[in-house]
């Protein structure tokens, strides 16, 4: 072939599986300096290449186990999320 092979890891991504995506929302809600809403946080991983109905489904599994809370439409890192991120 003329061109070179590329790397496999280029093609994909940083995201790689759910995990990865949720710990990559806990690491942006951790560092937001106020709760934020769901369209905002869609925004900050839109070049990140996450689509919308696996973003949806981390953030409702991550309120769902008390890692996010929601209050109204503001969400914001419990805690136990930010347990999960120490540096």
Same mark, same amino acid.
């Given at each position: 072939? !003329? ?10 991504? @940083? ?11 806990? /690491? ?9 809403? @769901?369209?905002?946080?869609? !925004?900050? !991983? ?5 689509? /919308? @109905? ?13 890692? !996010? ?5 503001? /969400? ?12």
């Amino acid at each position: 072939s !003329l061109w070179k092979e590329e790397d496999p890891m280029s093609r994909t991504g @940083f995201i790689q599986n759910e995990m990865d995506l949720k710990l990559l929302v806990l /690491y942006i809600m951790d560092r937001a300096v106020a709760p934020i809403t @769901f369209e905002l946080l869609d !925004l900050a !991983l839109c070049d990140a290449g996450v689509d /919308y @109905f696996s973003l949806t489904e981390a953030v409702n599994h991550l309120t769902e186990t008390e890692h !996010l809370s929601l209050n109204g439409e503001l /969400y914001s890192i419990t805690e136990k999320g930010g347990g999960n991120i120490e540096n």
